[in-house]
């Protein structure tokens, strides 16, 4: 899980520094999914976020993660469909994705080499990489010693 206040800080820091608005449902979708251990979706984010402000609607969500994506302080799951808050928004390389298939965990990593490597072999194939993701399905420490002890 990652920090919230620290995340919710550097968000607000980053959203000035780009001269873009972090308006409260902006800051209410990031805060939810940075207080979640592992991915939300969209319609789980949607049946909080109604519970606070009765007017919102699936495009509500949709424009906030569009939002927190385009300002790298969100990722979207794509095998799961979710979306986990970025511990490090100011990176601004690619970045890999650790899921628990067990708790549902989700940690980040930033090898960018990997992340060179597969845009030279692209290169070399005549394709320009424009987005990539990288998920590693697998089991946490955590859910493999209880599988042990069960």
């Given at each position: 899980?990652?920090d919230s ?21 902006r800051?209410?979708?990031l ?6 251990s592992?991915g ?21 969500i949709?424009r ?5 994506i ?22 601004a ?22 992340n ?35």
């Amino acid at each position: 899980m990652t920090d919230s206040n620290s995340l919710l800080q550097q968000a607000e820091r980053q959203c000035q520094r780009h001269g873009v608005r972090f308006t409260p449902i902006r800051r209410r979708v990031l805060e939810m999914i940075a207080g979640a251990s592992g991915g939300l979706k969209a319609y789980d984010l949607l049946d909080r976020l109604a519970v606070e402000h009765a007017a919102a609607r699936p495009p509500t969500i949709y424009r906030a993660l569009d939002f927190l994506i385009e300002q790298g302080l969100v990722h979207r799951i794509e095998s799961l469909n979710a979306y986990v808050a970025c511990p490090c928004p100011e990176h601004a390389h690619g970045f890999q994705l650790l899921i628990c298939r067990h708790c549902g965990r989700v940690e980040e990593l930033h090898l960018d080499d990997v992340n060179h490597q597969l845009n030279i072999q692209a290169r070399q194939l005549g394709f320009r990489v424009e987005r990539q993701t990288i998920e590693l399905l697998g089991s946490c420490d955590i859910c493999l010693e209880a599988a042990a002890r069960a």
